[in-house]
């Protein structure tokens, strides 16, 4: 054993804790929002606390916009509204913060650590249900969602805790027969739409395959009932949103829907990649313990009629990646809903590994212990901390991230003060007029022609600015106000 039966509950209990301060750590890593997607996921969550069920970003635009240009909207329905109202509720609780932002995220993949040791549990045994959720915990991947420096960020948090989620009530639906796990199943695929859409629905998948390859009764009455039961609970949760958007803001609902689908036949924003794209990702998602994942597949192939409910998981695994590698867009977080997958499938190789030397000589015990030491500190990846949150400034992108948290500590959140008025703040850095709009609560753009800084003024509105490398007609013009600070230009 790889621990004793009768110190489970304060090993995962330590576990679960270890991971909440894993997790801490990490969404202090950055005391600003990150670049992508982080700082739009949390100007929109803001805005939702005066209205749910209106996101927003630009809540009260004055410049002419593109409904079409997510990153300088009105109406935003780039993304389902759940993740964004968790987020919302954060900061209701914990005021207007970066850290607000994240704690949902961080709260999630802690809740995940439990519920895979459960799934482990349930297909193989506690052993490898054990070693998934300390892969869990210390994956740097996942961990760097929760901290928002990943692209999606707390998005595909929240998408792949919804996912697993509905595989665990399907696996416990399975295990006991009890109909309350099928309601679960459907009510988290519905969550999981009203995140990232209908690629929520693979639990279904795992679901059919079991039934009609290995238990054979798909098309029994007792089992297409059961599936529509699900479903429909799916449907009773995704479809409300869909239909309240398509009614209030009908324009840019089909438009978002259009665009989305555009994702499979259409490189998007220049996130496009080879047909392995993802495949050659796993090596640096899973810091290059892929071979885990190929060993413990291999065990739970040949070892099938055993662990009849873990081919399933293999099989949900490589149709999501399937699924992602036709599609014409890429990006490294698509296929993360599906990593705990992969945890479990390494636990059973560790499991394997470990269950032909715990009966040996202390030395290879030894040997043992230490592989699953380097194990786990190649799946945290120290190093790559530094590499992604150490703002050097000699580096640009070092230089870049130190004039972001240099802006955010001393002038956005002190921008009330700082003006004392109702104002529009203009020729912000690029982007960073989201970040200024989310601290201080003012309108803010970025660079502005002539034009449309004539616009600004028409509009009757007070303009202040951050006083330098700025334009002639914003120079010599006097009604505009200066913020007095030293704002840092990127």
Not at 273 to 290: A, D, T
Request: net charge positive; aromatic share 18%.
């Amino acid at each position: 054993m790889l621990f004793a039966k009768k110190k489970n509950f304060e090993a995962l209990a330590f576990l679960f804790l270890a991971s909440l301060l894993l997790n801490y750590f990490y969404i202090h890593l950055d005391p600003f929002l990150n670049s992508w997607d982080e700082r739009f996921h949390a100007l929109v969550a803001k805005n939702m606390l005066d209205n749910p069920f209106k996101p927003t970003l630009y809540k009260t635009p004055i410049l002419p916009y593109d409904f079409k240009n997510w990153s300088g909207n009105h109406i935003w329905l780039h993304k389902q509204p759940l993740f964004l109202w968790q987020m919302a509720i954060a900061i209701k609780i914990l005021g207007v913060s970066e850290i607000a932002i994240r704690v949902p995220s961080a709260i999630m993949v802690s809740i995940l650590v439990l519920v895979l040791f459960r799934i482990g549990k349930l297909i193989f045994n506690e052993n490898v249900g054990f070693v998934a959720a300390v892969l869990m915990a210390s994956n740097n991947f996942i961990l760097e969602h929760v901290s928002g420096k990943q692209q999606v960020e707390h998005n595909d948090v929240a998408f792949m805790f919804y996912v697993i989620l509905s595989i665990w009530s399907w696996i416990e639906f399975e295990r006991s027969n009890n109909k309350w796990w099928l309601l679960l199943m459907g009510l988290f695929a519905g969550c999981g739409i009203l995140i990232k859409w209908v690629t929520a629905l693979l639990v279904y998948s795992g679901f059919a395959f079991y039934r009609f390859f290995i238990q054979k009764n798909f098309f029994r009455k007792e089992t297409l009932f059961n599936t529509l039961l699900a479903l429909c609970i799916t449907f009773l949760i995704a479809a409300p949103w869909q239909f309240f958007i398509l009614t209030h803001f009908p324009t840019e609902a089909k438009f978002e829907y259009a665009f989305n689908a555009k994702h499979f036949s259409e490189v998007i924003e220049n996130h496009g990649g080879p047909f392995l794209f993802y495949w050659n990702e796993i090596r640096n998602n899973f810091s290059q313990l892929q071979l885990l994942i190929f060993f413990g597949a291999i065990i739970v192939l040949v070892k099938r009629t055993k662990y009849s409910l873990a081919v399933p998981l293999v099989f949900m695994a490589i149709l999501f990646y399937l699924f992602f590698s036709l599609a014409q867009t890429k990006m490294t977080s698509f296929v993360m809903p599906v990593a705990p997958l992969f945890f479990l499938i390494m636990g059973v190789a560790v499991e394997f590994v470990w269950s032909k030397f715990s009966k040996k000589n202390m030395l290879q015990l030894c040997l043992v212990f230490m592989s699953l030491a380097i194990l786990l500190f190649r799946n945290l990846n120290i190093s790559k901390i530094s590499d992604d949150h150490w703002r050097n400034p000699e580096m640009y992108w070092g230089k870049f991230l130190q004039n972001t948290a240099d802006n955010t500590n001393d002038i956005y959140k002190d921008l009330p003060r700082l003006l004392n008025g109702d104002y529009v703040i203009a020729f912000c850095n690029q982007f960073e007029e989201i970040d200024c709009m989310f601290y201080s609560g003012y309108t803010a753009y970025p660079y502005l022609t002539e034009d449309d800084f004539n616009k600004l003024k028409m509009s009757g509105k007070k303009i202040a600015v951050f006083g330098h490398d700025l334009p002639e007609y914003v120079l010599k013009d006097t009604s505009v106000t200066f913020v007095p600070c030293n704002y840092k230009r990127n």
